[in-house]
């Protein structure tokens, strides 16, 4: 539950992308889903018509903080109610968020506190007080020619305790400081479009809820074995929630669940329009807030000093 | 605001009778003092005649408004290398854009030079961070205006390409920036 970024006391802060792609969240869909739901359960494989507005979807969108020498990158709008692939529009993308300088140190900071926050060594053996009888003088101090000995569980015993053992459970939990993980945000974002592994898609809508569909998608487009599909909001269309819950290879996830681990772990990251919005809006605003060190404080300290 | 006077009567009364109660025969008066000071010691509330009416307004809230704090940091003016009256002087891409690096200002308008001291005081370096482009000319070029300007001294410089940034030993940090500054960035 730490490695999101919990953005949402200043959600939807006064960003001006917000307003361009607004209307193309899937949140609309998914609700009057639900209402169908509720009045005919009938799940089926009926291929669903998609009804879409004027293409291209989207041509331009006026990025805020764009600093000099920096190219606003670009990449294409994707669909997913065919399997072949349709170019839907080219969509601008912040230079900081999606074109940042891969800090491959900061990555690995996050990929270490990712793994570590959430292990607890179970590692544990018993020392001499806790080995069961020995209480009781084995034999005399004097008199039989034997060495001296108090306790039968003493450490050089055979079946004795433990000198210096593991003494778990121990946990080792700790926070990443809240810009690192900012960073680790960006610089996986940026790495997976750089390499060609971030794919953009208008909404999460497919005709059927069929788990062969995405999986001939993923194969027919070259997008690797495992796809991980990120929407703006963890209500998700019903169609992609039933085609995924079956494959542990392809996933679904909300925004605030985005982290470096899972980004890495999938081969192909698929974010909707809407997510790209909300992501990019919540990084800027960190990295652009007038009050960098509220969240910064939030975490640390008053969870480390118990276990020191 | 009544139970509140009355647990206050009640604790004057049993302080006045503890005083009072080695000496029955003397007949003092009670003489309480009242130190509205505190929060908890102040009355509650004062005659009703002491206050005006409230009235909801939100006419004036633009200027209330004015007076908070924006949420985030104001984009930084673009005119290029215009020295403002407090000294800042925006970055000039004319200057620096021949430059083989890029030095990218802090969201603060600040260039990135950081002085540091450590183990109390033995160690200082000066970082200059967000470098971007080729880092080893950068050091390179740090390198020798320092030691141009400090001959006696030895310079020894460090550049981190992963880590993007370039550190020189030594408290270097308004000549760097001066530096830095005459470059146009």
Redesign the interface.
């Known amino acids: 539950m730490f490695t999101l970024i919990t953005f949402s006391k200043f959600g939807n802060a006064c960003m001006c992308t917000s307003k361009f792609i607004k209307s193309l969240s899937t949140t609309t869909n998914k609700l009057s889903e639900l209402e169908l739901n509720l009045t005919e359960r009938n799940v089926s494989n009926e291929v669903a018509v998609m009804e879409r507005g004027p293409l291209p979807i989207i041509t331009g969108r006026q990025l805020p903080f764009v600093p000099d020498r920096r190219l606003v990158r670009q990449a294409w709008v994707d669909n997913l109610d065919t399997i072949e692939e349709k170019k839907l529009g080219l969509v601008d993308l912040h230079p900081d968020i999606f074109g940042a300088f891969p800090r491959i140190d900061i990555l690995h900071d996050n990929i270490r506190w990712q793994k570590l926050y959430r292990y607890i060594n179970w590692k544990h053996l018993p020392n001499r007080m806790e080995r069961q009888g020995g209480g009781r003088k084995p034999w005399p101090q004097k008199g039989l020619g034997k060495a001296r000995h108090g306790s039968i569980r003493s450490p050089i015993w055979y079946h004795g305790g433990k000198a210096h053992g593991p003494r778990g459970p121990e946990t080792n939990f700790y926070m990443l400081p809240f810009y690192q993980r900012v960073m680790g945000l960006t610089t996986t974002l940026s790495m997976k479009f750089a390499q060609d592994d971030l794919k953009i898609v208008d909404t999460l809508d497919i005709p059927t809820d069929d788990p062969s569909y995405l999986q001939d998608l993923a194969a027919k487009r070259h997008w690797g074995v495992s796809v991980l599909y990120i929407d703006d909001s963890d209500l998700m269309p019903k169609n992609i929630a039933l085609a995924t819950d079956s494959v542990g290879h392809h996933n679904l996830m909300p925004v605030y669940g985005l982290n470096c681990h899972s980004m890495l772990k999938h081969e192909t990251l698929v974010l909707t329009l809407a997510a790209v919005n909300k992501i990019e809006d919540k990084l800027l605003y960190w990295l652009h807030t007038n009050d960098p060190l509220t969240p910064a404080k939030k975490y640390t300290g008053q969870h480390t000093q118990g276990m020191q | 605001m009544n139970s509140l006077s009355l647990l206050r009567s009640s604790s004057r009364v049993l302080l006045g009778s503890f005083r009072n109660a080695g000496a029955e025969s003397i007949i003092a008066p009670q003489v309480v003092s009242r130190r509205h000071k505190g929060y908890y010691k102040s009355s509650v509330e004062g005659p009703a005649e002491q206050y005006t009416e409230v009235e909801k307004s939100y006419v004036e809230w633009k200027f209330v408004e004015k007076l908070l704090?924006?949420?985030?940091?104001p984009?930084t003016p673009s005119d290029p290398g215009v020295v403002y009256p407090s000294g800042w002087k925006t970055?000039n891409?004319e200057e620096y854009?021949k430059l083989p690096y890029?030095i990218?200002r802090t969201?603060n308008g600040m260039l990135p030079v950081y002085y540091r001291s450590f183990n109390r005081g033995m160690f200082q370096t000066t970082r200059v961070r967000y470098v971007?482009g080729n880092v080893w000319i950068l050091e390179k070029e740090l390198g020798q205006y320092l030691k141009k300007n400090f001959p006696k001294q030895p310079i020894i410089t460090h550049a981190n390409e992963?880590?993007?940034y370039v550190q020189v030993r030594g408290d270097h940090e308004p000549m760097i920036k001066q530096w830095l500054l005459d470059k146009g960035f």
């Open positions: 704090p924006p949420k985030l940091v984009e970055p891409p854009s890029y990218r969201k971007e992963v880590g993007r």
